[in-house]
Structures are given as C-alpha cells and as structure tokens.
C-alpha cells in the first residue's frame, strides 16, 4: 500500500514544489498533509509492533525516530533534490553538525573553505578539533590550494556555495573531482541556491544539507534542516539523528511542507529584485563592493551560470562608511525588516556582524574577511519598483546627511 504519489519525471519546478512528496491520500479525506501529533504509535499486537520496530514492516514507533509529517517533507525534499532519502533536523545546524558528526570520527580529516555559515566555521573551529578531526579551512577562491589540500588526503570535503553573507561561488564539479580522487565524501549546504537553482547532488556531491529555516519554509516563522543524499549514507545520518534527539517536531514540518509549495513563484520574483537592486548598488556612491553572482563582473559569475539555474535572491553590499553608515542607513529603510533571518517573504537587511557570523568576535570576522560595512540583502517578495526606490531613497538621505554634517562621515570601520 505505497501511499506516496508519483511525479512525472518532466515536470517542471513549479508543480514539482506543489507534488512533489505529497501523500495520495489523508485520514478524512483530508487535502492537506496532516500534523501528526503523537510522541508514539500504539499496536495491540506485539509481534505487529516488533516487525515495525525493527524495520521489516512499515510504520511508526516514536517520533524522535521517525513521525508521519516529517516524513512527508522528507520525501517532498527527495522529489526537489532527486535524492534517494532524506533526514530532518530541528534546525540547520542540527543538520550541518549531524551530517558532519555522522560521517567523521577521530583522527580523521575534513578540508573546507573560510567561508562558510558562521555556525559551521564554528563547528570547524571549536567542535570537531574537540573531537580528534583535524580541519583544513582555505581560501574560498583559491581552488588550486583546496585541490592541493584534498590531495593530501581526507574524508570529507565540505562546501557552501554561494556562500553566506559574501556571496563566493565554488566551482563543484573540480572540486567533488578532487575529492573522488582521494576517495572522499563531499557534503554541500544549499541553503542560499535552493533546490530550484542549483542540485549538488547531480554535480556529484553526496549528501546536500539544507537550512529549511531560510527559502524552504520562506515565511521566518519556523526553523528547520535537512539533509539528503544515497540512502547507504543517510541511514548513518538518520541513526546519528534518532539516538542525538534533534528531531524535527511536526508543527513545524507542517509549516515547511507549506512553505515549500510557493518556493518557484516566491524565488522568480525575489531573484528579479535581486538583480536590479544589485545592479542599483553598483552605481550608488555610498557602496565600495557588490556581491551578487548574476553580475557579469562577479568572479563566480561563469561558474555560477554554469552550475545553477538562477542567482538567487540574497544581494550583499560593503559600506565606504564601515558601520557608522550601515547604522545609519539601515533605519531609513521602509519595506525592510532589520533581523538576522533570510529566505522569507519580507525583505530582510542585516549585517554580518548580528546575522552570519553572529557567533563571531570581531577578530575572527576580520581573519575572515568580513567587512564591518558589510549588509546583506535577503530580497524579499514586495515589488521590485518599492524595493528599488525604497533602497534609492535610503541611501539619498543619507548621502545628504554626509553633505550638510560632515562630521558625521564615518571613518573606514
Ligand atoms: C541559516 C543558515 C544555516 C543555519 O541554519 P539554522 O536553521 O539557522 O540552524 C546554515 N547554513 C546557511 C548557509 C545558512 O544561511
């Protein structure tokens, strides 16, 4: 009784977000995915309950080991992905640092990049050295060092791209080409592509994580991770998740699978907005830099079109005034929240320092190369006429200001 729906395999992204993963049919002929509220399943009969717990027949036991809901956004994940399993977590780091902890032990390796998720660089920095792994972190865009880095040996190769909040882009194929040779894994964090604009899994990556935090759920009123790759791999992940407990609850499982159903309408407006306020930013003379990989002069820019389907919807700029003028410039903002979310329906503007690398000294976002007049942009899905001239408007203000109180001209923060 396979109760799981079938999608055509030409179908395009948008139906695939709707149907992708949706079960055939609910209790109550209910159209919706329902929330499944129960710590544990019952069974009168034993050895019923027994078969199901040891895998040999389908069915639930408990819900930190599995739980109807998150199984359907489980599968729904497959469907975007074309993954063979997917894991949920109760948020993404859960999933970066399940994933990780499921696939290396003591005296192993992993080589990554210095960009990355503030989190994760803590896991890389703080949490797996702890533990016995050695961690490699090299320049994001120098990839004939990562290359001479895999080929030194290691176990996992560890990639986000693009990269939060500067925006690199890493070119996967030469990488996960590095790691075969060495006989490594490669994990990737998708969060800022999506699954509609880029699959790290047909580049060769084995096991895709995401924040479902971010553009998957789309609404900043839930957290939530995810990781999918070959089922051999995530029975490993799966059985790290079901014994370390973060569980992704129903409720918010709920909100993501209904989230995810708007993702391909959400993003096509939302990276059309990102491109013209990049473009705006370009010509704006409060800006020193511009990261947005659909700008021909961005350094991914080849790659990025070579490896995905669309740019994205997360813009980031560097302030000439450091953080005197993003403190000014961000309240002047109208349709924005200032908030250290992304992926949702609102525009959201926050700099590095109380958002990505939140976890970070000051010290360690400098040995980084995160500028203090760093912001970014997580666009939201307003229209992109009131996001233009909301930002022009902004940035005219306080220009003026600069001009009448030139006192209040910021050093280089
Ligand atoms: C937000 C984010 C994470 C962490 O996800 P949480 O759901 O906040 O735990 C990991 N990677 C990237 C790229 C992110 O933007």
């Not at 050895?47 to 109807?68: C, E, H, K």
């Not at 109208?334 to 908030?339: D, P, T, V």
Request: aromatic fraction near 6%.
């Amino acid at each position: 009784m396979n109760n799981k729906k079938t999608l055509d395999a030409k179908v395009g992204a948008g139906t695939r977000v709707v149907w992708g993963g949706e079960q055939v049919s609910h209790p109550y002929n209910a159209t919706q995915t329902p929330i499944v509220a129960s710590a544990a399943y019952g069974y009168d009969d034993i050895d019923t309950w027994y078969d199901v717990a040891l895998g040999n027949q389908p069915g639930f036991i408990y819900s930190r080991m599995s739980n109807p809901t998150v199984a359907v956004l489980e599968d729904k994940l497959c469907a975007l992905e074309a993954a063979e399993s997917a894991v949920a977590f109760s948020s993404g780091m859960a999933a970066i640092s399940g994933v990780l902890h499921s696939l290396l032990a003591c005296g192993q390796r992993v080589v990554s990049t210095r960009d990355s998720y503030g989190g994760t660089n803590k896991i890389f920095e703080e949490f797996l050295p702890r533990m016995g792994v050695e961690v490699t972190l090299c320049d994001t865009y120098d990839t004939e060092a990562i290359e001479r880095e895999i080929a030194r040996g290691c176990n996992v190769v560890y990639l986000e791209t693009p990269t939060n909040p500067t925006l690199k882009v890493l070119d996967i194929r030469r990488l996960v080409a590095a790691a075969k040779r060495v006989g490594a894994l490669v994990v990737a964090d998708n969060t800022f592509a999506t699954p509609l604009n880029q699959n790290p899994l047909a580049l060769g990556v084995d096991v895709v994580v995401h924040s479902a935090t971010k553009f998957l759920s789309g609404h900043g009123d839930v957290l939530g991770g995810i990781a999918c790759g070959a089922e051999t791999l995530m029975s490993k992940v799966r059985h790290y998740r079901e014994i370390n407990g973060a569980a992704l609850d129903p409720f918010s499982a709920y909100l993501i699978i209904r989230g995810i159903k708007t993702l391909a309408l959400r993003l096509r407006q939302q990276q059309a907005s990102a491109q013209a306020l990049a473009e705006y930013l370009c010509t704006e003379p409060l800006v020193e830099a511009v990261n947005y990989p659909g700008l021909a002069e961005h350094p991914g820019h080849a790659i990025a079109r070579a490896q995905m389907r669309g740019f994205g919807a997360i813009v980031s700029f560097v302030l000439k005034g450091g953080m005197r003028d993003v403190a000014q410039l961000l309240p002047l903002l109208k349709y924005a929240h200032r908030a250290g979310n992304l992926g949702a329906v609102e525009t959201i503007y926050g700099p590095a320092r109380t958002t990505s690398h939140v976890e970070n000294t000051l010290e360690e976002r400098q040995a980084l190369g995160i500028s203090e007049g760093l912001v970014r942009i997580s666009v939201g899905i307003e229209d992109t006429a009131d996001l233009l001239a909301d930002l022009r408007d902004a940035c005219t203000v306080l220009r003026e200001r600069q001009r009448t109180q030139p006192q209040c001209t910021a050093v280089h923060a």
